[in-house]
């Protein structure tokens, strides 16, 4: 392999840490750890969710931000109104401003780069937002931007077919010698896929995959950790 691209987030940092700041900061609710945990897989599941919506010109990128927090919040009959979702909302972007890499991360990532592999990026997203957090990550240091793509700049998000067309114009890509590595088993792994690259699932919140699933990835991790020995082992 020699060109690996890599997700932004829940990928190369975890994205949990932001929200329990955030929950903890606006909640009067005294949420214990676990209830926070369970509060941001809802969040992250309406999250994709509305994201599509989003895409698809059905609702306001407004509705998308504050949507995902008010179905989380309804399912644990949480009173939420949109007005303090949309704090929620500009709390949880402040606090990304804090954001790190795994530790292993940044270590494969050095790795890599040293063995003069192509790294490149590729996330969903509002391209301010997401630019802000990969800024704040430093990703820069590995990975120039013109090897970095934000869905809301190419006009189609993952897993879509056209953009990781995209991309492989962009880079000049070999698919057969290209790997994705991604958090979300339907956005990542199976538009990876689909465009007929290779896939590692950075699955380090254990979900599970259904038995009947079409599409599989070549590698899954549960961890930063297993990813790292994974590329370690292998080189």
């Given amino acids: 392999m020699n060109t690996y691209i890599f997700d932004v987030d829940d990928t190369l940092y975890d994205q949990a840490q932001s929200f329990h700041k955030t929950v903890r900061k606006l909640f009067q609710e005294p949420l214990k ?3 926070i945990d369970q509060l941001y897989k809802a969040s992250r599941k309406y999250s994709e969710i509305l994201f599509d919506q989003s895409e698809a010109g059905e609702i306001s990128q407004f509705e998308w931000q504050t949507g995902r927090i008010i179905a989380a919040c309804k399912d644990f009959n949480i009173p939420i ?18 954001i790190t890499l795994f530790p ?31 800024e704040q990550l ?5 990975i120039p931007a013109e090897k970095t793509f934000i869905s809301g700049s190419i006009g189609h998000a993952k897993p879509k077919r056209e ?3 995209f991309i492989e114009q962009k880079m000049d890509l070999d698919q057969s010698k290209t790997v994705y590595i991604g ?11 689909q465009a007929g690259w290779h896939a590692i699932w950075m699955n380090h919140r254990k979900k599970g995959l259904a038995a009947d699933a079409v599409y599989k990835p070549d590698y899954e991790v549960h961890s930063a950790k297993e990813l790292l020995y994974l590329f370690s082992e292998n080189s």
């Fill in 183 to 193: 958090d979300n088993f339907e956005k990542d792994i199976i538009g990876a896929k």
């Fill in 104 to 134: 292993e991360v940044e270590e494969l990532l050095n790795l890599l780069y040293r063995d003069g592999k192509q790294l490149g990026i590729l996330t969903n997203g509002e391209e301010k937002h997401q630019a802000m957090k990969i």
């Fill in 33 to 35: 750890d676990e209830e």
């Fill in 138 to 142: 430093g990703l820069n240091r590995w």
């Fill in 81 to 98: 109104d949109t007005e303090k979702a949309a704090i929620f909302h500009e709390t949880y972007v402040a606090e990304q401003n804090n």
């Fill in 163 to 165: 953009v990781f067309e």
